[in-house]
């Protein structure tokens, strides 16, 4: 028997949101640095200069991959996310820049409500510990995905 198979164009969809991320950074010198970096890695990047616009964008497009600055300003960002439906939520790769904790660390994540963690320091490598987040998400994320799809 075959697996079932997404439609190819859904397939397309989802491939594109993979390297599709929004992008919430208050410190201008940091969201340039890493604006820097995930192009560089092809992410397409949806930069938003202000809580609202992030707000308005996760209110009104799909964002499978957010990175947000851990200041106040996201916590409201932080907040509406947290009361998406758990299969949204679950579907959506979320990480937070900040100080409060080693990069990658699953614990200081779970406490934050985040999917991965960088701190600041780490910046510089931001692209690598991008994608090693990515490769943790996706991998936990297809026990809830049937078998042969992908999201």
């Known amino acids: 028997m075959d697996k079932p198979r997404l439609p190819e164009k859904m397939q397309d969809f989802l491939a594109q949101t993979r390297k599709s991320l929004l992008l919430f950074l208050e410190n201008p ?22 809580q ?7 209110r009104t497009t799909v964002n499978r991959q957010i990175l947000l600055e851990d200041c106040p300003a996201s916590q409201t960002v932080l907040a509406e996310i947290a009361n998406w439906p758990g299969h949204t939520r679950r579907f959506t790769h979320l990480v937070l820049l900040g100080q ?16 991965s963690y960088i701190h ?32």
Request: aromatic fraction near 10%.
């Open 29 to 50: 010198d940091l969201l340039q640095s890493v604006q820097q970096q995930l192009q560089a890695s092809a992410f397409h990047l949806a930069v938003c200069k202000s």
């Open 52 to 58: 609202q616009a992030a707000l308005d964008r996760i």
């Open 100 to 115: 409060r904790g080693k990069s990658l660390d699953s614990q200081i994540a779970f406490t934050l409500g985040v999917d």
């Open 120 to 151: 600041i320091q780490d910046s510089k490598r931001l692209g690598t510990l991008f994608q090693q987040s990515q490769k943790i998400f996706f991998s936990r994320n297809k026990l809830w995905v049937q078998e042969g799809n992908d999201f």
